[in-house]
């Protein structure tokens, strides 16, 4: 069955700051922003996104990952120790999730960064009660967790991803 796409865009501003939305809206976004701001336009990078009804095949470990809010074992994912400019895409829709900027080593065992694409995770208490899980926004994939108070970056946030969740796409690759 062929997969129904449509199409988005990420706007990077000079000021570290992002919007992200449909492309239909690009235009207008631009001619918003560009006379009423200090910050310049950085980049552009457009991605296309699955429906919510047709996603990427996963393997089974994938599956019990991103379906059934399962954990790799730490340091064994393949975007643990890697670091290279790009985005982090949901594995299953293809949804940016986060910038490789915001990439850090906290010694953990998985992948780690302090910021989300803006709209892109959403938080809801784990089932333990004590931590905060983190879904993809757009297809309810399980993604890891998130922790806030540990002092590891300035923003004091850290998002402990499951590599088998992500795709790392090299930032000339994605437009």
């Not at 919007?19 to 457009?46: C, D, F, M, W």
């Not at 089932?127 to 923003?155: P, Q, W």
Request: hydrophobic residues 35%.
């Amino acid at each position: 069955m062929a997969s129904r796409m449509f199409h988005v865009y990420i706007l990077e501003l000079d000021n570290g700051s992002y919007y992200v939305g449909h492309t239909n809206n690009l235009q207008r976004r631009l001619q918003e922003h560009r006379p009423k701001s200090h910050a310049l336009i950085s980049s552009v990078v457009y991605w296309s996104i699955m429906s919510s009804t047709h996603f990427h095949p996963l393997t089974p470990e994938e599956e019990r990952v991103i379906v059934h809010g399962g954990t790799e074992p730490p340091g064994s994912g393949e975007y643990d120790a890697f670091f290279a400019d790009g985005m982090y895409v949901c594995r299953r829709c293809s949804a940016p999730l986060f910038d490789a900027k915001a990439k850090f080593d906290a010694g953990c065992g998985w992948p780690s960064f302090d910021e989300e694409m803006p709209g892109a995770v959403t938080r809801i208490p784990d089932r333990d009660g004590l931590r905060t899980e983190i879904r993809c926004a757009s297809c309810d994939g399980h993604l890891g967790h998130v922790f806030a108070g540990e002092n590891m970056t300035a923003k004091d946030t850290r998002h402990c991803v499951n590599s088998l969740s992500l795709r790392f796409v090299p930032r000339d690759q994605a437009a």
